[in-house]
């Protein structure tokens, strides 16, 4: 899709998963894949401030429905869904906090 866009792509891995270039603009993906119907997925702290960052030259790659097979001494996956959200504002109210770190006090007992 990218590339019939015109887009030169190179997989990074982190920050985010996708650099792209056409000319002198500059577009980062974040990819995301599962096997569920992929209305949520999880994005790490890191992941939201650089996309926040980079609006609007940024999007968002969800790869849903994929099927696993797990058969093989591999794992294999096949099939899914694309939905790609360009450019992708990450809004405050559209995230939900799931961790916390707790640093616990070294001189309680």
Known sequence: MLKAEGWQTELKGKPYDIRCTRDKEVLIVEVK????????????????KIQRESFPNNALAVVSEIELDRSGPKPSASGGKIKFIHPWRIELHDLKTLTYQYKVPANQT
């Not at 894949?33 to 939201?48: A, F, I, M, P």
């Open 33 to 48: 894949g599962t096997t569920s119907k992929g209305t949520d997925v999880v994005l790490t702290k890191n992941e939201v």
